[in-house]
């Protein structure tokens, strides 16, 4: 299995920004995918999930109506629409995994990407 996220950068405080996180070697309609970030020196924290064929989407109190996580199964492929961007929402974002609904820990998550970095600036 494999994800890869890409679309990260610079970006100044108020803009917006869409992650990418392209799956392969999993059935992907069969899998909730999830979006963390990890700042310097803090936990990784979820952002938000969808549901298998994207009717459902779930959000952290931090980005909620902010940002929007949508899929395209037939692509296999996730994606963060980002807006009004905040400099506290820099950070590492990683995309991940796993057949299960409404789960928030990063550990319960079997499958990550590699990350992509945002970084807004004020």
């Known amino acids: 299995v494999q994800l890869v996220e890409s679309g990260g950068g610079l970006v100044q405080a108020g803009g917006s920004l869409r992650l990418s996180c392209a799956a392969s070697?999993?059935?992907?309609?069969?899998?909730?995918m999830g979006w963390f970030r990890q700042a310097h020196g803090k936990e990784r924290e979820f952002v938000g999930s969808?549901?298998?064929?994207?009717?459902?989407?779930y959000y952290a109190d931090s980005v909620k109506g902010r940002f929007t996580i949508s899929r395209d199964n037939a692509k296999s492929t996730v994606y963060l629409q980002m807006n009004s961007l905040k400099p506290e929402d820099t950070a590492d974002y990683y995309c991940?995994?796993?057949?299960?609904?409404?789960?928030?820990?990063?550990?319960?998550?079997?499958?990550w990407g590699q990350g992509t970095q945002v970084t807004v600036s004020s």
């Open positions: 991940a995994a796993d057949p299960r609904w409404r789960l928030q820990a990063a550990d319960e998550y079997d499958y």
């Open positions: 070697g999993l059935t992907f309609s069969r899998y909730v």
């Open positions: 969808i549901s298998w064929i994207g009717g459902s989407t």
